[in-house]
T-cell receptor
Framework: KQEVTQIPAALSVPEGENLVLNCSFT??????LQWFRQDPGKGLTSLLL?????REQTSGRLNASLDKSSGRSTLYIAASQPGDSATYLC???????????FGTGTRLQVTL | DAGVIQSPRHEVTEMGQEVTLRCKPI?????LFWYRQTMMRGLELLIY????????DSGMPEDRFSAKMPNASFSTLKIQPSEPRDSAVYFC???FGQGQETQYFGPGTRLLVL
């Protein structure tokens, strides 16, 4: 059974800092891995999807990397802004009926 | 595009009552997912449909839960009878293809069973 761990559970940084969120998973036989953000009381918004054959994926100030063999992914956020405050979730897809397994998330707060 | 639409957004009911949650996926998507989110267990996949056919329902908690997808633009998740431990936020998501593409989530239905 896939298990996903995200570290840290919570993070508070001042505006402008670069930061890294970590995700580890136990079953490396994945098809892809997705990073989502969730704002309080809202649904999930997909940020990046990395295919298993890729090493990284970039979108604006976000960069996600994937080391499938070691079961790790990181989400790098450059020049953080207060609007980045949210919970960030990673979800590897084992491909078994397209089953995403979600981590418990990292709650990020970016302060002025 | 309106995105994934869920209704109702909030539901408060009493134990033993039937609850029906509704979802309209993004037009053209042929994979649909129902998830449940709680503080204790996080986000869990309940059931996955592809081309209106249930592919994996191993996450459905018990027989009190059932899901249908009568056509490509509508799905329901029913709980009968409801119990207080069913209180959670229920999300519907959809994607293209076999489901191994980006999943787009609806706003969720917040269910409280008293």
């Amino acid at each position: 059974k896939q298990e996903v761990t995200q570290i840290p559970a919570a993070l508070s940084v001042p505006e402008g800092e670069n930061l890294v969120l970590n995700c580890s998973f136990t079953d490396s036989a994945i098809y892809n891995l997705q990073w989502f953000r969730q704002d309080p009381g809202k649904g999930l918004t997909s940020l990046l999807l990395i295919q298993s054959s890729q090493r990284e994926q970039t979108s604006g100030r976000l960069n996600a990397s994937l080391d499938k063999s070691s079961g790790r992914s990181t989400l790098y956020i450059a020049a953080s802004q207060p609007g980045d405050s949210a919970t960030y979730l990673c979800a590897p897809d084992t491909g078994t009926a397209s089953k995403l397994t979600f981590g418990t998330g990292t709650r990020l707060q970016v302060t002025l | 595009d309106a995105g994934v639409i869920q209704s109702p957004r909030h539901e408060v009911t009493e134990m033993g009552q039937e609850v029906t949650l509704r979802c309209k996926p993004i037009s053209g998507h042929n994979s649909l997912f129902w998830y449940r989110q709680t503080m204790m267990r996080g986000l869990e996949l309940l059931i996955y449909f592809n081309n209106n056919v249930p592919i994996d329902d191993s996450g459905m908690p018990e027989d009190r839960f059932s899901a249908k997808m009568p056509n490509a633009s509508f799905s329901t998740l029913k709980i009968q009878p409801s119990e207080p431990r069913d209180s959670a936020v229920y999300f519907c998501a959809s994607s293209f293809g076999q489901g191994q593409e980006t999943q787009y989530f609806g706003p969720g239905t917040r269910l409280l069973v008293l």
